[in-house]
């Protein structure tokens, strides 16, 4: 009997990679990003596979919520999992304790990033209102 319905959790132990062990299923792209980062200190280099529309999610939108599955070379599963596992123990107060937090050249870049995405909208948002005035504008031409 064939399956009608494929579950999420299917397809995520296979690598996008020949070589690739799966680590872990990042919520969003901000996670993926933060376990990247670091797991980017140790040099191990993570591959992401999106979940279903996901990627197109992150490219229109810059972010997405389908889930990031997250891969590391198999010699350095062992070695991610332990540098995730002592991660898990930072608290908030030494996250802002940190300097890079409130480095201004990152903040900049975040104001640059919403600037370009509130741009985004616009654009987005005018060409839907043109979309819906030029069907209006035809279904009343052919309407007459």
Known sequence: MFKMFKRKDDNKQKP????????ITAGDSIEADIIESKLSTAEIPVYRKYR????????????????????????????????????????DDE???????????????????LDNLANKVVIMASVFIALILIIIVLYAANAK
């Open 52 to 91: 279903e529309p996901g990627a197109y999610l992150e490219i229109i939108l810059g972010n997405t919520t389908m889930g990031i599955d997250l891969f590391v070379p198999e010699e350095k599963i062992e070695e991610a999992k332990a540098i995730l596992e002592s991660a898990a123990d930072v608290s």
């Open 16 to 23: 996008p990679v020949e070589g690739q062990a799966f680590l």
């Open 95 to 113: 996250i802002l304790a940190d300097p890079s937090f409130n480095n201004q050249s990152i903040k900049d870049q975040n104001e640059r990033n």
